[in-house]
């Protein structure tokens, strides 16, 4: 089982920062499988990358993907108050079919 | 556009079988899709259950495998999730989702989710 380790699991920032989410794989994964989400309370969770850098339809430019292999970075280039959420990325290609990280929330400091 | 509905008993007894049913909406079931169930403890984070094609096949969590079942209905548009012998540990926000064959290769839209609680 590819297990995806997410770092930190809390980053403070403040409006107008960049941040930068890791995700680390406990195994090689395919980055067309490789896929970065956004969940705000009580909310399900969005869709922002797939394929490790594309952004999905109406997701705004200053949220990029990155990475590849074991590695790979959701990046924000200038954080606007709407984007202090949590954040998962999640992989398709093993047992158990499909993994998630634990998430990353990204709080306004 | 594809819209997704869970449905279902937001209360189930120990021991009991969670029951509960996704409705596509905007779209056909019968795409060259895969749905699936994603459930979401209180606090925690993620976690996938299982999928289904509109062929009937399926793949499934090898940690819920045992206790798991998912169907679909076509004439109805919609697939649904049984859980059987569940406890405490079960009660989370369910989900349905879609995952996007090909493109975009991801779960590219959810349904709203519903809260199932296992309790006495």
């Known amino acids: 089982e590819i297990v995806l380790t997410q770092s930190p699991g809390t980053l403070s920032l403040s409006p107008g920062e960049r941040a930068a989410l890791s995700c680390r794989a406990s195994q090689s994964v395919s980055s067309s499988y490789l896929a970065w989400y956004q969940q705000k309370p009580g909310q399900a969770p969005r869709l922002l990358i797939y394929g490790a850098s594309s952004r999905a339809t109406g997701i705004p430019d200053r949220f990029s993907g990155s990475g590849s292999g074991t590695d790979f970075t959701l990046t924000i280039s200038r954080l606007e108050p709407e984007d202090f959420a949590v954040y998962y990325c999640q992989q398709y290609g093993s047992s158990p079919g499909y993994t998630f990280g634990q998430g990353t929330k990204l709080e306004i400091k | 556009q594809v819209q997704l509905q869970e449905s279902g008993p937001g209360l189930v007894k120990p021991s009991g079988t969670l029951s509960l049913t996704c409705a596509v909406s905007?779209?056909?079931?019968?795409?060259?899709?895969?749905w699936s169930w994603v459930r979401q403890p209180p606090g925690k984070g993620l976690e996938w259950i299982g999928e289904?094609?509109?062929?009937?096949?399926?793949n499934y969590n090898p940690s819920l495998k045992s206790r798991v079942t998912i169907s679909v209905d076509k004439s109805k548009n919609q697939f649904s999730l049984k859980l059987r012998s569940v406890t405490a540990a079960d009660t989370a926000v369910y989900y349905c989702?879609?995952?996007?064959?090909?493109?975009?290769?991801?779960?590219?839209?959810w349904g709203q989710g519903t809260m199932v609680t296992v309790s006495s």
């Open positions: 905007g779209g056909s079931i019968s795409s060259s899709d895969w």
């Open positions: 989702a879609r995952f996007s064959s090909g493109w975009p290769n991801a779960f590219d839209i």
């Open positions: 289904i094609y509109h062929g009937g096949s399926t």
